[in-house]
């Protein structure tokens, strides 16, 4: 007799009833264990208003600017879920990035991210002072992945925009015989088709863009507001 899925029973309040929902399409993906957690959704965003009010199993923590430990520090202050922190790997690289993440790791992050340009000599700088996890980010073929892992690489962020489901398939290709379980993060898209396709191509985690929430969930709220009396 097949088994019957069983409902899961849900608790919140009145006033979390507006907490972030991603996609539950990401459940069916395998998840990444870090430090015993299993991670399978993962939010993109430096709003710290809805790190602290999603329903993620962890956040990615990277923007475009040199990092900063103080903005390190604000999102530790209102996340209570693991943090992937970016420390750089383009024009923050070597020993700054190391130093970015043995401060990342001091302050509570649980693996650092390095973004697509960085280089073998950084990750073997950042490997020697941090205990954590490094993720490299990945966005096209033109690099040779084996090399980065064997520098330290533990976990790989795929992010090849529309591409990224084909780019996913690329690295298991890639890394299937000798790395078979390798862990693989990706972003999904913003259809759950988008989303399944990039869990089938062989994601373990996706990572979900959280652009203009908070904008949108107050815009909401205010037009309910303004039909009040």
């Excluded at 709003?47 to 962890?58: F, G, R």
């Excluded at 073998?120 to 941090?130: A, C, G, H, L, W």
Aim: hydrophobic share 45%; with cysteine.
């Amino acid at each position: 007799m097949a088994e019957s899925r069983k409902e899961v029973p849900s608790l919140t309040s009145e006033l979390r009833a507006d907490i972030v929902e991603l996609p539950h399409i990401i459940r069916e993906a395998s998840g990444i264990r870090l430090f015993g957690k299993r991670i399978k959704s993962i939010i993109y965003t430096m709003d710290v208003a809805v790190i602290a009010n999603c329903d993620a199993d962890a956040v990615l923590a990277v923007y475009p600017w040199t990092p900063n430990t103080k903005i390190l520090e604000a999102i530790s202050t209102v996340a209570n879920v693991p943090i992937l922190a970016g420390i750089g790997g383009g024009l923050t690289k070597g020993l700054r990035s190391a130093t970015i993440g043995f401060f990342a790791e001091e302050s509570g992050a649980q693996a650092v991210v390095l973004n697509a340009p960085t280089t073998i000599e950084t990750i073997e700088s950042v490997k020697k002072v941090v205990d954590i996890p490094i993720i490299y980010t990945v966005v096209n073929k033109e690099i040779n992945l084996k090399d980065r892992i064997a520098a330290g690489v533990k976990a790989l962020n795929i992010a090849g925009g529309k591409n990224t489901a084909e780019l996913v398939r690329w690295a298991r290709q890639q890394l299937n015989e000798q790395y078979p379980n390798f862990p693989i993060i990706a972003s999904g898209g913003k259809t759950d088709e988008q989303i399944k396709e990039t869990i089938l191509a062989g994601a373990n985690a996706i990572t979900f863009t959280a652009y203009g929430v908070t904008e949108k969930i107050f815009q909401n709220k205010m037009e309910k507001y303004r039909g009040e009396k």
